[in-house]
């Protein structure tokens, strides 16, 4: 009768064995997976990210936009006209270089709306080859090493009492799904991030038509603060992901399981919470508002 108890105890054990292991291997895999995933989303440009949309967006831009674009730049242009006659005593002091620097604003304006979906993707261009950079050295130390932590923590399961390592099997099991919800909750902060990206630049020629002008130029220069902000969002993205990684390799799981779990789940929480603040810490730094 003993026997049969043992052999029970111990087939009961191995059950729970395996369904820790199970669930921590899959924890840590879906770090793993995680942080590369969100290294191969920021690193793509807005073109890479969806070329059916990319294109959509770039045909609103020249069919839609740019026409509104040309109305404002003809209404700032002769506000500007009107201006500079008023101020200089009804044209009786007008010299005629004012003349020509209307005339080159008007030029210059002209230009950058005609041009403005190129100029937008090269500043994404120029912050992707700054993520590009920060991703390889971020990949390099990212990956947590999953045999050792497994082999680690079967070697530990095996002076567990049973209703300690049932007790783990729950705490593993919620943990484990509180995992796959934060990592939706970080696709869906990446997938906001390139929402904001297109309508951003959809809509580029229309604070374009206003840099040259003193009285209106401010919603151009802030336009641009707010497009350097959403391309260098990556770049603080990647910096956060560094820092995550870091922190998840210093858990070890040693004599306390329970604490090395929660220290695992409270660093993804960190991180999720730390990606929802990218972009105002972003536009912060850039002076966008």
């Given amino acids: 009768m003993f026997d049969i108890f043992g052999e029970i105890e ?18 840590f895999t879906d770090v793993n997976d995680k942080t590369s995933s969100i290294a191969g989303e920021v690193s793509k440009t807005p073109q890479q990210w969806n ?17 509104i674009a040309s109305i404002i730049i003809a209404l700032v242009m002769t506000y500007e006209l009107i201006s500079m006659i008023i101020e200089k005593n009804n044209m009786h002091d007008v010299d005629t270089w004012m003349i020509f620097r209307w005339v080159f604003k008007a030029f210059i304006t002209i ?19 700054i993520v590009n950079s920060a991703s390889a050295i971020v990949g390099s130390n990212s990956a947590v090493n999953v045999d050792e932590v497994v082999g680690n923590l079967e070697t530990l399961l095996e002076d567990m009492e049973i209703g300690e390592m049932l007790l783990l099997t729950i705490e593993s099991l919620i943990m484990s799904l509180a995992m ?33 002008n003193r009285e ?21 993205i990647m910096v956060i992901v560094g820092i995550y990684c870091a922190l998840v390799n210093s858990v070890t799981v040693s004599s306390d399981i329970h604490s090395a779990m929660f220290e695992l789940g409270a660093f993804t929480v960190l991180l999720c919470f730390a990606l929802f603040k990218t972009s105002s810490i972003s536009k912060s730094i850039m002076g966008a508002h």
């Fill in 10 to 27: 111990e087939w009961f054990r191995s059950l729970l064995t395996g369904f820790i292991t199970s669930n921590m291997t899959t924890m």
């Fill in 216 to 236: 209106w130029g401010n919603i151009g220069n802030n336009y641009i603060r707010g497009l350097v902000a959403l391309a260098f969002q990556g770049f603080f």
């Fill in 51 to 67: 070329a059916s949309v990319f294109s959509m967006i770039q045909s609103i831009s020249s069919s839609v936009i740019i026409p």
């Fill in 111 to 129: 230009t950058l709306v005609s041009n403005t979906f190129q100029i937008t993707m090269a500043i994404f261009e120029v912050g992707q080859s």
């Fill in 180 to 212: 796959k919800i934060i990592s939706l909750l970080i696709t869906v902060v990446l997938y906001v991030r390139m929402m904001e990206i297109y309508i951003y630049t959809s809509v580029a020629p229309i604070p374009f038509s206003t840099l040259m």
